[in-house]
């Protein structure tokens, strides 16, 4: 079973990491129009691997950037799913008894 602080600490990791990500792809797109000095694309592509893959899709698809290349259209969904599979499997470990709950339910 996770503590409540390990929760706690993850949550506001996944949530800080999120929004970096998010600022990340409206930042680079905004540096891309001005013809300015842009962030990597291996360091958008970091960002979404170390937790942030929800804000990465999010900021590609709210600032319509990076949509076309085949490693972030097919890599970020990827990326999402493999992230939401380990939050499933940690909610599992910390709540066991809520996957009967569920289940009993019929959900």
Sequence with gaps: MISEKIQYMLWCYLGAVNLAAFAAYGW????????????????LLLLAAIG???GAFLGMHVFHH??????????????????????????????????????ILGL
Excluded: C, N
Excluded at 83 to 98: E, Q, R
């Design 28 to 43: 680079d797109k905004t540096k891309a129009k001005r013809k300015q000095w842009r962030i990597s694309e291996k360091s």
């Design 52 to 54: 942030g893959s929800l």
């Design 66 to 103: 990076k949509t076309r290349k085949l490693k972030f259209s097919m890599g970020m969904p990827i990326l999402l799913l493999v992230h939401a599979a380990i939050l499933i499997g940690v909610f599992i470990l910390t709540y066991p008894d809520a996957l009967a709950k569920i289940t």
